[in-house]
């Protein structure tokens, strides 16, 4: 029996754990250890729009392929009838940017379907909102919502044999009793590995009552406003700070969520805020995903790393979950052997 150990059970963790699970077979054992479950990870916060974003220097290629196997994966639960348990809803995404050198991003083409506004379109918007924008898309995508999915995923990867232990890893040495441990923890990877190039980046967010909005919203850049509809609920964001390791509300940042949300979106002047959130987006130059090899004592620990997804967690999660699955396979000596 092949022992994997998992660290983390956010949208990178879980999604990870059932792919080793399809990838290895039955005779695999896997354990998720984890301080935090679901609705307390980072992506309990997150509204799940499908759309990279915040990943700094991940190579434009990786980030279209991972972004596509997790779009082709939430299109089979949608296709399958899986929508309402699985926290699913097509929608039609448009976004406005004012950077001056705008540029279509790379990963419109593999959408479901796009079209690039005009200019028209552009001087349409930019005298509604007072504004000048230069570019600008709308897409037909998904929002995954990680509140409902996550408890999903936890239940299938238990019923496939899975264990979820309870507690904080305070270092790897802990676990060297695995053939292979998988390394999940977001930005707790920074004390952990320790990788200090991974770093918080704060984002606040108002979940408010508005049935009525259907579409979802977004400002390419500053000041960054956005509106995605959820099942029970509108999220209106949002904030990026850098370095700032604070999950409690800011006054001024809520000010400047709704004020500015209600600015393109006026419908929601008398919305009812249900709730406020903050969470720390897991930053990093890149995504960390690599098989290290660490000495700890006698034995060489196999050890795969999955985090630094920045604001881009449940976008990259399932491309990322298959990548790890193989290199897991990779590090126990398996590759190119069918299921155990
Ligand atoms: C406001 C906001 C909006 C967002 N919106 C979107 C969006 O629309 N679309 C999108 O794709 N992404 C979005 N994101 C980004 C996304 O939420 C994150 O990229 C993602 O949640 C990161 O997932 P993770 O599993 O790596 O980290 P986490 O969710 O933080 O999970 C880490 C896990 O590891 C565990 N852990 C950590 N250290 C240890 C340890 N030492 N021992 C034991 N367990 C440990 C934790 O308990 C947890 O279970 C948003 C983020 C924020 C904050």
Not at 128 to 145: D, K, L, P, S
Not at 291 to 303: A, F, Q, W
Not at 323 to 336: F, H, P, S
């Amino acid at each position: 029996m092949l022992s994997v150990a998992v660290i983390g059970a956010g949208v990178i963790g879980l999604p990870t754990a059932l792919a080793i699970q399809e990838e290895l077979g039955p005779k695999a054992e896997v354990i998720i250890f984890t301080d935090k479950l679901s609705p307390h990870t980072t992506g309990d916060v997150s509204a799940g729009l499908w759309s990279p974003y915040l990943l700094q220097n991940t190579p434009v290629q990786q980030l279209t392929k991972w972004s596509k196997a997790t779009q082709d994966y939430i299109l089979k639960l949608w296709k399958n009838g899986d929508a309402k348990t699985t926290g699913i809803s097509l929608q039609l995404i448009m976004a406005l940017s004012n950077k001056k050198d705008y540029k279509a991003p790379e990963w419109l083409k593999i959408s479901l379907g796009h079209s690039e506004f005009t200019q028209d379109r552009l001087k349409y918007y930019s005298q509604r909102y007072g504004e000048e924008f230069t570019g600008g898309y709308a897409f037909v995508g998904f929002i995954w919502e990680p509140v409902r999915f996550l408890p999903y995923l936890e239940k299938k990867f238990k019923d496939r044999g899975g264990q979820i232990r309870m507690g904080r890893v305070e270092n790897f040495a802990e676990l060297s009793h695995f053939d292979v441990v998988v390394n999940c923890s977001g930005l707790g990877a920074r004390s952990l590995v320790p990788d200090p190039g991974v770093r918080p980046i704060r984002g606040q967010i108002a979940r408010v009552r508005a049935p009525w909005q259907k579409h979802t919203f977004m400002l390419d850049t500053e000041p960054g406003n956005y509106v995605i509809s959820n099942e029970d609920c509108v999220i209106v964001g949002g904030t990026h700070q850098e370095d700032d390791f604070n999950t409690g509300i800011y006054d001024n940042d809520r000010d400047h969520i709704l004020t500015g949300c209600r600015k393109y979106l006026p419908s929601l002047a008398k919305a009812q805020v249900i709730r406020d959130q903050a969470g720390l987006r897991p930053g990093r130059d890149q995504v960390r995903l690599e098989i290290e090899e660490r000495r700890i004592g006698e034995k060489v620990m196999k050890i795969v790393h999955n985090y630094g997804h920045g604001g881009s967690g449940v976008t990259l999660s399932i491309g990322c979950a298959l990548d790890a699955a193989r290199l897991v396979k990779e590090a126990a000596g398996l590759a190119g052997q069918s299921k155990l």
